[in-house]
């Protein structure tokens, strides 16, 4: 069973940046693709970066494009993402989701991973 756990989230100003972490509890981290969605009050669940196994491809929702990186280190069994230029409208419930593939494409719809964590809110204020 493969464990996520997300952190870094919190309150920032418009503006302002945070950096979210996920650290996976399986050994071969270094095969799974790896994605961030995030899920707005009353709103369904969107894909916001993805990553693929080996980190040579990323892709993110156009929404974010030019604000967030998404980056991977595989000696960590970790995830990142680094959001910069926050805006209100990316207030949200954070997820990180995994599915062990040698994709070569970034997997982009949820039902496409299998695991997920518990979420980290992100809260940004005008």
């Known amino acids: 069973q493969v464990q996520l756990v997300e952190s870094g989230g919190g309150l920032v100003q418009a503006g302002g940046s945070l950096r979210l972490s996920c650290a996976a509890s399986?050994?071969?981290?270094?095969?799974?693709?790896m994605g961030w969605f995030r899920q707005a009050p009353g709103k369904e669940r969107l894909f916001v970066a993805g990553?693929?196994?080996?980190?040579?491809?990323?892709y993110y929702a156009d929404s974010v494009k030019g604000r967030f990186t998404i980056s991977r280190d595989n000696a960590k069994n970790t995830v990142y993402l680094q959001m910069n230029s926050l805006k209100p409208e990316d207030t949200a419930v954070y997820y990180c989701?995994?599915?062990?593939?040698?994709?070569?494409?970034?997997?982009?719809?949820?039902?496409?991973?299998?695991?997920w964590g518990q979420g980290t809110q992100v809260t940004v204020s005008s």
């Open positions: 399986v050994r071969t981290f270094s095969t799974y693709d």
């Open positions: 989701a995994a599915r062990p593939s040698f994709s070569p494409v970034v997997l982009t719809t949820g039902s496409q991973y299998d695991y």
């Open positions: 990553i693929t196994w080996s980190g040579s491809r990323t």
